[in-house]
Every structure is written in C-alpha cells, then in structure tokens.
C-alpha cells in the first residue's frame, strides 16, 4: 500500500503461502513468534499461552465456556459455505466442550488447525484501476495500519487485552474516517477462540467483557443485522491458519464480501455501509496490522 501511495509502483501482486502438514513439529516452528527466553524455552506454547489468557479473561470478566465455545460453533456453521475451507462441518457447543484437552480451558475445538494454504490478492493505484477492471470489481483501501506491543504476556498491563490491536484499529478508522460502528463486515484473527472475543472487543464492536455474551446470543451471526457480521469465512478456526497466507486470505474474503461477489452466495453479510475490517495478530499480539475497506472511492 506503502509503495503505491508513494507512486514507486502501480501494481502490486501481493502473495502468501504455508506448507506446515509436511512439517515435522509445527508447534515449536510457531513457537518461534513468542518470546523466546521467557516463553518458548521454558516449554511455552500457544495453545499455553492462549490458555492462560482465556483463564485471566475467565476470572476478569465471568466469561462461561459455553461462552467460548460458541465461538467455534458458528465459526463451523459459517465454514460450511465456504468452498475454500479446511472444515465444512457444523460443530455444537457441546462437541466443542467435549472434544480433547489441549491446554485448559482450551479443546481442540477451540484451537485452529494446522492447515495447508496460499493467497493472493492485486493492489493497485485506485486512478489506474478502471484499466485493469469494472468498475464494481474494485474496492478501496481507506487504511492500512500496524501497531505492537510486548512480546511477552507477563509484560502487558492487561493479558485479556491486545492492545496492539486497539491502537492499530484506532488509527485506521480514524484514516478511514469512520468509527467502529460502521464496519458491516470483519475478518478477525482466531487462532483460537479467545482471541476471536478479546478481537471482538479490541476492535470496538462491544464493551470490554461482554464479547462472550454478545456471541452467546448469536449477534456476530451472517443472518443478524443489528451488529457487525464476523468472520463469515469460518475464520482460522474453520477455514483453516495456514500462517503465512492468512492475512491475506482475511482481505480477500472481505474483498468478495465488500463486492457481495457469487463466492459468498451462502455466507454474505448484510453490507449497509460498506466497510470492513480484517485484523491480523502475530504471536499473542506482539504485533496486529489491520485494514480497513470499502465499495466506496
């Protein structure tokens, strides 16, 4: 986006891909993301860390997990539409809570797969575009925004928190010139289903502590109008985390939602205002880019 703004390029192909089935220990690959001396030496994981999240944010603010795994549940339920993703299956609350103990208060279910992937997206300068495509073909980008934080988790004020992913969001709608209340549509980071919530709030869509709640009741759902529509692509959780592709991906199913393109045609979201967010986090949120689209000029 940098590059294009600048007026170095006009066209860029932007592209990611992960090959992580072949991999003999993927999770001490992924490890690699946290802190090493103070996490992944002494044997921390993410499943692990996640999960000690999930438990501060358990004790903070009462979340249940039928709570947490609704999450998975209509991550499941929105996959099942998406031709691209790695599971095309309805899970229920209780299969989730059920499914095998990775790191407590976590299942399987509430954890995202490891997954095979790649994605790609054209990025153009918006006076050259007309060139390239129709004109309903084309959507905006208002903002592209990046922000850090601590690596980490014992050195954040507020582990239940990712403040990197405030900060970011805050400025790209600010760069946008619009407020969270008009996003119809979000991509969010769900590596694992706590993230999904603590993303849920960070972004500005319900109040700190209540995103267990507002999922519970079934708001973030494709078929509910009165809030933002939620990774309707299944998310990580369902359509799969091949890392280095998922950024990516999370923009072209808002691109495809943006357009209400054919590819949605079973999981398109209302779009009433036409924006829409994708966040992405790397480690636990040592860092968060997100981006901020429209079918506006």
């Given at each position: 986006c940098l590059s294009i703004a600048s007026g170095a390029h006009d066209v860029v192909l932007v592209g990611g891909v992960e090959k992580m089935t072949d991999v003999a220990d993927a999770t001490s690959a992924i490890a690699t993301a946290s802190d090493q001396e103070w996490e992944a030496f002494v044997g921390a994981t993410f499943p692990s860390l996640y999960a000690m999240m999930a438990k501060r944010y358990m004790h903070e603010y009462g979340l249940t997990i039928e709570q947490l795994s609704s999450w998975s549940a209509i991550a499941h339920e929105n996959a099942v539409h998406n031709k691209y993703a790695q599971f095309r299956s309805k899970v229920t609350i209780d299969q989730v809570m059920r499914a095998s103990p990775v790191a407590d208060p976590l299942t399987l279910l509430h954890c995202s797969p490891v997954s095979d992937g790649a994605s790609a997206l054209i990025i153009c300068d918006a006076e050259k575009a007309t060139e390239y495509a129709p004109k309903d073909e084309i959507i905006y980008i208002k903002a592209s925004t990046q922000a850090s934080d601590t690596i980490a988790l014992h050195d954040r004020k507020d582990m239940t928190t990712l403040n990197a992913a405030k900060v970011a969001s805050d400025k790209a709608y600010k760069i946008a010139g619009i407020d969270a209340k008009k996003v119809d549509v979000a991509e969010v980071h769900d590596c694992f289903a706590i993230n999904g919530l603590v993303l849920t709030e960070d972004l500005g869509f319900c109040k700190k502590g209540d995103a267990g709640k507002v999922v519970e009741s079934g708001k973030t759902r494709?078929?509910?109008?009165?809030?933002?529509?939620?990774?309707?692509?299944?998310?990580?959780?369902?359509?799969?985390?091949?890392?280095?592709?998922?950024?990516?991906?999370?923009?072209?199913?808002?691109?495809?939602?943006?357009?209400?393109?054919?590819?949605?045609?079973?999981?398109?979201?209302?779009?009433?205002?036409?924006?829409?967010?994708?966040?992405?986090?790397?480690?636990?949120?040592?860092?968060v880019c997100t981006h901020v689209l429209s079918n506006k000029r």
């Amino acid at each position: 986006c940098l590059s294009i703004a600048s007026g170095a390029h006009d066209v860029v192909l932007v592209g990611g891909v992960e090959k992580m089935t072949d991999v003999a220990d993927a999770t001490s690959a992924i490890a690699t993301a946290s802190d090493q001396e103070w996490e992944a030496f002494v044997g921390a994981t993410f499943p692990s860390l996640y999960a000690m999240m999930a438990k501060r944010y358990m004790h903070e603010y009462g979340l249940t997990i039928e709570q947490l795994s609704s999450w998975s549940a209509i991550a499941h339920e929105n996959a099942v539409h998406n031709k691209y993703a790695q599971f095309r299956s309805k899970v229920t609350i209780d299969q989730v809570m059920r499914a095998s103990p990775v790191a407590d208060p976590l299942t399987l279910l509430h954890c995202s797969p490891v997954s095979d992937g790649a994605s790609a997206l054209i990025i153009c300068d918006a006076e050259k575009a007309t060139e390239y495509a129709p004109k309903d073909e084309i959507i905006y980008i208002k903002a592209s925004t990046q922000a850090s934080d601590t690596i980490a988790l014992h050195d954040r004020k507020d582990m239940t928190t990712l403040n990197a992913a405030k900060v970011a969001s805050d400025k790209a709608y600010k760069i946008a010139g619009i407020d969270a209340k008009k996003v119809d549509v979000a991509e969010v980071h769900d590596c694992f289903a706590i993230n999904g919530l603590v993303l849920t709030e960070d972004l500005g869509f319900c109040k700190k502590g209540d995103a267990g709640k507002v999922v519970e009741s079934g708001k973030t759902r494709i078929d509910d109008e009165s809030f933002v529509t939620v990774n309707p692509s299944g998310g990580l959780k369902a359509a799969g985390h091949a890392l280095g592709a998922t950024g990516i991906r999370q923009v072209g199913e808002l691109y495809w939602q943006l357009k209400q393109d054919k590819e949605c045609k079973d999981r398109q979201a209302a779009i009433k205002n036409g924006y829409a967010i994708a966040a992405n986090v790397g480690g636990t949120g040592g860092t968060v880019c997100t981006h901020v689209l429209s079918n506006k000029r």
